[in-house]
T-cell receptor
Framework: DAKTTQPPSMDCAEGRAANLPCNHS???????VYWYRQIHSQGPQYIIH???NNETNEMASLIITEDRKSSTLILPHATLRDTAVYYC????????????FGSGTQLTVLP | KAGVTQTPRYLIKTRGQQVTLSCSPI?????VSWYQQTPGQGLQFLFE???????NKGNFPGRFSGRQFSNSRSEMNVSTLELGDSALYLC?????????????FGQGTRLTVV
C-alpha cells in the first residue's frame, strides 16, 4: 500500500469546517483513499473512502485532486465530539484486508 | 445490528503467562482482523482470518497466534507474555458482500503485562 503523509496536529473552532490534508504521491491507479478516525481509547471508526471522484456522506466530504496525489477530508461543521486522531490510508479494495495506519492527524476542536 | 464485541475489555497479566482475547464480529461478517496499538508503534496489523483460515499475517513473532471458528468468532492468543506486549488489541470485521470496503472496529482489549 502507498505511504501517506499527514500533519501531526490541527486545531479547528467549533462550528467551523475542519479541512484535513493528506499526501499520497505514490498512490497506484487501483488504490482507494480511506479515512478513519479514532476517538481517545476507542476503536477506529470508518469515515469515508473514494477512488478519484469527490465523495460525500453524512459524516464528511472527501476531495481528491485530479492527479490523485493528495486529498482533503472535510468535516463541514466540526463539533467537540470530532476531536480525534484522523488517519488517511490508501489501499487496494478486495485485496488483503489489512489497513496500514500511519501516525494520523490529531484534530482538536476548540470551543 | 450489534457491533464488534471484544472481551474482556481490560486484562492484567504477569510476564511469562499467556492470554486469550476474544472477538465477535458483526453478524454476517466473515473477515476478522486483529491489530495491536501501542504509543510507540501506533496501530499495527497482526493477522486476518476469513472462513476459518488465516489469510494474511503481519510482522509479529510466533508467540502471537489466532484462530477463527465456524461462527466467525475469533480468538487471538499471546504466549510467554513480555512487558512490551502491553497494548490495546483491536479487532475489526468486514464483509465480503461489500468488497471488504469498511472495517468495523471493536472497543478493544487493554492488556497490561506486569
Amino acid at each position: 500500500d502507498a505511504k501517506t503523509t499527514q500533519p501531526p496536529s490541527m486545531d479547528c473552532a467549533e462550528g467551523r469546517a475542519a479541512n484535513l490534508p493528506c499526501n499520497h504521491s505514490t498512490i497506484s491507479g487501483n488504490e482507494y483513499v480511506y479515512w478513519y478516525r479514532q476517538i481517545h481509547s476507542q476503536g477506529p471508526q470508518y469515515i469515508i473512502h473514494g477512488l478519484k471522484n469527490n465523495e460525500t456522506n453524512e459524516m464528511a466530504s472527501l476531495i481528491i485532486t485530479e492527479d490523485r496525489k493528495s486529498s482533503t477530508l472535510i468535516l463541514p461543521h466540526a463539533t467537540l465530539r470530532d476531536t480525534a486522531v484522523y488517519y488517511c490510508i490508501v489501499r487496494v479494495v478486495g485485496s488483503a484486508r489489512q489497513l496500514t495506519f500511519g501516525s494520523g492527524t490529531q484534530l482538536t476542536v476548540l470551543p | 445490528k450489534a457491533g464488534v464485541t471484544q472481551t474482556p475489555r481490560y486484562l492484567i497479566k504477569t510476564r511469562g503467562q499467556q492470554v486469550t482475547l476474544s472477538c465477535s464480529p458483526i453478524s454476517g461478517h466473515r473477515s476478522v482482523s486483529w491489530y495491536q496499538q501501542t504509543p510507540g508503534q501506533g496501530l499495527q496489523f497482526l493477522f486476518e482470518y476469513f472462513s476459518e483460515t488465516q489469510r494474511n499475517k503481519g510482522n509479529f513473532p510466533g508467540r502471537f497466534s489466532g484462530r477463527q471458528f465456524s461462527n466467525s468468532r475469533s480468538e487471538m492468543n499471546v504466549s510467554t507474555l513480555e512487558l512490551g506486549d502491553s497494548a490495546l488489541y483491536l479487532c475489526a470485521s468486514s464483509s465480503r458482500d461489500k468488497g471488504f470496503t469498511e472495517a468495523f472496529f471493536g472497543q478493544g482489549t487493554r492488556l497490561t503485562v506486569v
